[in-house]
């Protein structure tokens, strides 16, 4: 039967919304973090203004600030003049798709009187936060389960939600090379930390030479695998370059004991390459995934080819390059061409760039294995979810149905890769997410019991 493009693509979307995807990276705060986004007349809560706010839209195109109890309406006079310059951003598309979906607007046609009514509608869901979040993640999204990073608590073990799987954020221990680093929490305001000294104090460890801090941290990775983390985590792309020089050990024990003050620049990187590839070992080790921010980040260091020295050394290490290394997709794609040590994961790339996004996976699906390609949401609100889901779902859509119209793959095939980019791959890589499953009873269950790793601050 021959079907026109936009029949493939719409048949194909309506398959990969017919079953629960799984979402290996997410930030979607708490619901109490939730609903002290604004500070609105009313009180603490979740708007219109909050949403775009904790968007990416701002990242490039700034809107003002609003101050505490300050009405929307009066806020709105000021910001609505920013949204026309980002009516063809990625950013500004994957949140008005959810604001359409959720909320029934037509955000970029809204008057004044409008926007104040969704402005209230949001408000009005937030109240009841733990049911809206349920809703829209599990149904609206269908998202089955979901791999939460704490990034407002780098460390922290413990959930928010039923549907959530615990991430080990572990970047921490390469600034750990004196405990004086974290006693000025947090270094970036509303990111806290664990130090690992609290937790040395709590086990009882002494932590008084670098072998010392060495055992701490396959005593932290052990615990955290043992109290329910999947995967290892680690964001530093944004502080620092992605190269990670062998460094011999005596040469990055030098740093220790020492706070920054007293440490040149070469010392203290030194100290952090041989952490990251200490955490690389343990990583193989604990056979806990490593998932690896790529692309955006400190640029340009923060470009995926400069981990290759590590990959290829660390062969029983399984990396997760985040972010489709954007903008270096292609690059990327080729890295895991030929380390078969390297997955790739698509979360957050659709949201800053569907046109990038429809090229990196037609590039992977030509390089790369389509078992070795993952997807995420990287949003902190579920409506930044559901507008990331969507909006991936699309893309993949019309990746894969160019294809079967090219002719290099049949409607199974397609159907079969849009299924293990959304869901098979990641039950493969983590197969402890089996015993988590639960759309099939139709009854979400609580979150397994979990306790420590929580901060004591
Ligand atoms: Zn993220």
Known sequence: MTRSGDQEIELLG?????????????????????????V????????????????????????????????????WAQAKSAFPHGRALSVYHHLTRAIHDLYDVDFGRLDDDEA?????QIFGKYQSTTDWVREVVTERANIELVFIDPCWHYGELRYYYPFQILVLRIQQFLHGHSSAEFAHDPVVPGKHRISPYDLAQQWGMQIDDFDDYLDLMDRVVAEGKALGAYTLKQAVAYLRTLHFARVPKDRAARAFGKPRGELSGAEIQDFEDFIMWRLAELSAKYDLPFQIHTGPGLLPHSHPMLLCNLIEANPATRFILFHGGVPWVSEIGMMAFKFPNVWLDANWMPILSQTMARRAFHEWLDMVPSNRIMWGCDSLTPEGMYGAAEITRDILAQVLAERVQ??????????????????ENALTMFPQLQARLWKHTGKLPPAPPCAGMVSSR
């Open 406 to 423: 090219m002719g290099n793959i049949g409607r199974d095939d397609a159907r079969d890769i849009g299924r293990q980019i959304l869901r």
């Open 40 to 75: 609105t007349p009313n009180g603490p809560g979740m708007d219109l203004c909050g949403l775009w706010q904790t968007s990416y839209f701002p990242w490039t195109q700034p809107l003002p600030p609003r101050s505490p109890a300050e009405p929307f309406s009066q806020w």
């Open 14 to 38: 309506e398959y990969l919304r017919s079953f629960p995807a799984i979402d290996t990276h997410d930030h979607l705060y708490p619901a109490e973090m939730l609903q002290q986004q604004v």
């Open 116 to 120: 104040n009514r969704l402005n209230e």
